[in-house]
Nanobody
Framework: QVQLVESGGGLVQPGGSLTLSCAAS????????MTWYRQAPEKEREVVAT????????DYADSVKGRFTISKDNGKNTVYVQMNSLKPSATAVYYC????????????WGQGTQVTVSS
């Protein structure tokens, strides 16, 4: 049974930090690209950060570059995103996604974790 379980969300003041975790099970984690998405109220889901299957390549949304860091621990089947200097605009539900294209396309989602940045 495939599972992606996000944790680490919560309420944080502007300028603060949070680290989200996504624990994976039920598939070969080391073969999947992992991506963090977020969806704010009444907005479309957007990519926050992505990391290649072996963790060698990362990419970030322009809005979070220099403040967020994605990492992947294939030994623990977990992907993280460290979020620093948080802004109120970061308030959203954050989702973990696992995807591979070969040999068969697979695409899995977690249930999401709420992040609220507010004073």
């Amino acid at each position: 049974q495939v599972q992606l379980v996000e944790s680490g969300g919560g309420l944080v003041q502007p300028g603060g930090s949070l680290t989200l975790s996504c624990a994976a099970s039920g598939f070969t984690f080391s073969s999947y690209r992992m991506t963090w998405y977020r969806q704010a109220p009444e907005k479309e889901r957007e990519v926050v950060a992505t990391i290649s299957s072996v963790g060698s390549n990362t990419d970030y949304a322009d809005s979070v570059k220099g403040r967020f860091t994605i990492s992947k621990d294939n030994g623990k089947n977990t992907v993280y995103v460290q979020m620093n200097s948080l802004k109120p605009s970061a308030t959203a539900v954050y989702y973990c996604n696992a995807k591979r294209s070969w040999p068969i396309m697979r695409d899995y989602w977690g249930q999401g974790t709420q992040v609220t940045v507010s004073s």
